[in-house]
């Protein structure tokens, strides 16, 4: 799997759990690509999405 996919694949999970989540909510799934545990979080401030794997350590801020 390239990286591109592997990122391609986080964004859409982090895209969709994103999705649910209300300003200032905080969620942990299974990561697509590792297994581990990724966190997405909503901005309560102004509802950007931020998302970090502890396992992949793939990472992004919106």
Do not use: Q, W
């Not at 901005?43 to 931020?50: F, I, Q, R, V």
């Amino acid at each position: 799997m390239s990286l591109s996919e592997k990122t391609l694949k986080i964004l859409k999970e982090v895209d969709k759990v994103g999705a649910a989540l209300t300003a200032g909510e905080e969620k942990e799934v299974v990561c697509p690509v590792c297994g581990g545990r990724l966190f997405v979080e909503k901005a309560a401030y102004n509802g950007h999405l931020h998302a970090e794997c502890d396992g992949c350590k793939f990472a992004v801020m919106e």
